[in-house]
């Protein structure tokens, strides 16, 4: 076996199976470019059949990133199968990645197909992929509750039509570590064709597992692949985290003994960047990217730091990207420095004009606030990429809140291109914001969440905020930055209005 280890990223994919984790194209690019950045191998951009909205955004990631290989998800069916390969053209490397359900439950109360019909469509799928890519991955959706004789069959079948890459997948969480690594490690020993693909695992998190059962696919099953996300992003309790299993293989390098290419240097960026688009924000008690994953409040642990710094740490906060760069902000700030800085944190414009607003915006901020932290820049761009082509956008408010009296607003927004000026009362300024907003938008829809948090340290931080909004079964997240808060709800409430707005999606479960 091989000592080196593929990583494998789908926070665009699976991670955006987050109810209300959906990303804007321009997001996903901006997302994909730090990937790159971040050396993954296989960046899985999208199910292209799933909308275009999708099939979009795979097709921009394929033609701007050209170091990793760009993947797309298809069910194991001519139409989606040749819709990702159709998506997929402008990448230098792409992949195909098929997926058929085979645990008996899935196939009867999901398919409805008997196992030798799977088996069959599953050779089929792979057969019509080939035609488009040598590069063709294939799962067993709930492959970790399916009958192993048939696994056997399924597997066995796939490879011999050309299948180079086996993932696993625990779709449900449900598997533990040694039983999942010895599981793998049988069905590589029974199929007599194992060793002509790579296997992969892909683990979800419902038990808490899903590093432990992805770590043990590598060491006990022989896996070569580990199917992550950023931030351990995705649907229920999300998937195996990439900065975790990266910075294990790292740190107890002596034990695992296996390489893989990611510039850990990048994992922080990368963090904050899937943070501050999707909404999710990361605990502070997170391994590795949380706030305090390398603070140290017990007096015995800063005397230990202090004289040594490895009798507490058993990584650098540099190693993983965490810095204290900031700017300074004044009249005097230049544009050169702003750029510099912009790149440095992974901020790509693509154009000087582009560059010139963001710096303008810059200076703007920096007339409001003393200092200007790395997160308050991509805030400040994040909150300004996207607009062209929006439904609604912020242009103005004001708000009155006195002790004794309702709370109210007058907010001007746009919506589909005309300005409106509307005026609402509520139990605090937010209620009365939105009573506002849906007094012209009338959107129907349900707030479902409501949160702050300061993007950099001081009372003079800006406020993020994140609104979770739910109609007709559809949920999305809205982001908004803004030093006054209340206006950051605001730019919230309307950034989730827009993604309502857009065409709803339709995510396969995997």
């Known amino acids: 076996m091989s000592d080196r280890l593929i990583i494998f990223d789908t926070t665009l994919r699976d991670g955006e199976q987050s109810p209300g984790a959906s990303m804007t194209r321009e997001e996903k690019v901006r997302i994909a470019k730090q990937l790159e950045r971040l050396r993954v191998d296989v960046i899985e951009a999208g199910f292209a059949a799933a909308s275009p909205g999708d099939f979009e955004s795979i097709r921009a990631i394929a033609g701007a990133v050209r170091e990793s290989t760009i993947c797309s998800l298809a069910r194991a069916n001519d139409r989606d199968i040749a819709r990702a390969a159709e998506a997929l053209q402008p990448a230098a490397r792409k992949r195909i990645h098929t997926f058929l359900a085979t645990s008996p439950l899935h196939m009867?109360?999901?398919?409805?197909?008997?196992?030798?019909q799977v088996l069959e469509q599953a050779k089929l799928a792979v057969r019509f992929a080939r035609q488009h890519t040598d590069d063709i991955e294939f799962s067993p959706e709930d492959g970790s509750r399916s009958e192993e004789d048939f696994l056997c069959r399924v597997l066995e079948t796939v490879i011999a039509e050309g299948a180079t890459t086996i993932n696993f997948p625990d779709t449900v969480g449900y598997a533990v570590p040694e039983l999942y690594g010895e599981t793998i490690r049988r069905l590589r020993e029974r199929i007599p064709n194992s060793d002509k693909a790579i296997w992969s695992v892909h683990c979800h998190n419902d038990l808490g597992l899903a590093v432990a059962n992805s770590l043990a696919g590598v060491m006990i099953g022989g896996a070569r692949q580990i199917e992550c996300t950023i931030n351990g992003l995705g649907e229920r309790a999300g998937n195996t985290a990439l900065e975790e299993v990266v910075m294990a293989l790292r740190t107890r390098g002596g034990y695992y003994n296996l390489d893989c290419g990611i510039d850990t240097t990048q994992i922080v960026a990368a963090s904050k960047m899937v943070s501050q688009i999707t909404g999710f924000a990361v605990q502070p008690n997170k391994a590795v990217v949380g706030a305090n994953a390398f603070a140290h409040a017990s007096g015995i642990h800063q005397d230990g730091i202090l004289k040594a710094r490895e009798t507490y740490e058993i990584m650098r906060a540099e190693d993983v990207g965490w810095t204290a760069n900031?700017?300074?902000?004044?009249?005097?700030?230049?544009?050169?420095?702003?750029?510099?800085?912009?790149?440095?944190?992974?901020?790509?414009?693509?154009?000087?004009?582009?560059?010139?607003?963001?710096?303008?915006?810059?200076?703007?901020?920096?007339?409001?606030?003393?200092?200007?932290?790395?997160?308050?820049?991509?805030?400040?761009?994040?909150?300004e990429e996207g607009h062209e082509g929006e439904h609604y956008r912020f242009v103005s408010l004001s708000q009155r809140s006195e002790t004794g009296e309702l709370p109210?607003?007058?907010?001007?927004?746009?919506?589909?291109?005309?300005?409106?000026?509307?005026?609402?009362?509520?139990?605090?300024?937010?209620?009365?914001?939105?009573n506002a907003i849906e007094s012209t938008a009338k959107s129907g829809a349900e707030l479902v969440l409501f949160s702050i948090a300061a993007i950099s340290p001081s009372s003079q931080s800006q406020g993020e905020v994140t609104m979770r909004l739910s109609s007709a079964g559809r949920i999305v997240n809205g982001v908004g930055a803004d030093p006054d808060i209340v206006v950051a709800s605001a730019?919230?409430?309307?950034?989730?209005?827009?993604?309502?707005?857009?065409?709803?999606?339709?995510?396969?479960?995997?």
């Open 108 to 116: 009867k109360m999901k398919l409805r197909m008997e196992p030798e």
């Open 326 to 383: 900031k700017i300074v902000l004044g009249k005097l700030s230049g544009r050169n420095a702003f750029k510099q800085r912009l790149q440095e944190l992974g901020i790509e414009l693509d154009s000087e004009a582009e560059v010139n607003a963001a710096f303008a915006r810059f200076k703007e901020l920096a007339d409001r606030k003393a200092e200007i932290f790395d997160e308050d820049i991509m805030a400040l761009v994040s909150d």
């Open 408 to 434: 109210h607003a007058k907010i001007v927004f746009s919506m589909g291109g005309a300005e409106q000026t509307c005026e609402g009362s509520g139990d605090g300024p937010v209620d009365a914001i939105v």
């Open 491 to 510: 730019k919230a409430y309307l950034s989730a209005l827009n993604k309502l707005h857009s065409k709803q999606r339709v995510n396969p479960q995997e």
